[in-house]
């Protein structure tokens, strides 16, 4: 399974990005997918999930929301209200098929979010 990100990039305090993760080399739909993002020297943090339901991290909640289509086999993380803390890279995670299956990682993109 190879993972495709998209949708980073360069936005001002309050903008809006929409990140996209795209599946290939399945079959199968996707069971479960989270989005993660880094900033140097810090530990990947979970941003948003979803699976049987959604959850968002403290910080996210009510700007961003996760979603999915089955029939792309994509993941999409709407983000809004963006704040300079949101400046990270972010990285899509997908599980695909059902629970026993191994998680994949995308490639990571730049999200940068000026003042």
């Known amino acids: 399974v190879q993972l495709q990100a998209s949708g980073g990039g360069l936005v001002q305090a309050g903008g809006s990005l929409r990140l996209s993760c795209a599946a290939s080399g399945t079959t199968f739909s996707i069971y479960a997918a989270s989005w993660y993002r880094q900033t140097p020297g810090k530990q990947r943090e979970l941003v948003a999930s979803?699976?049987?339901?959604?959850t968002y991290a403290d910080s996210v909640k009510g700007r961003f929301t996760i979603s999915r289509d089955n029939a792309k086999n994509t993941v999409d993380l709407q983000m809004n209200s963006l704040k300079p803390e949101d400046t990270a890279v972010y990285y899509c995670?997908?599980?695909?098929?059902?629970?026993?299956?191994?998680?994949?990682w995308g490639q990571g993109t730049q999200v940068t979010v000026s003042s």
């Open positions: 979803i699976g049987g339901g959604t």
């Open positions: 995670n997908i599980k695909v098929r059902h629970a026993f299956t191994p998680w994949y």
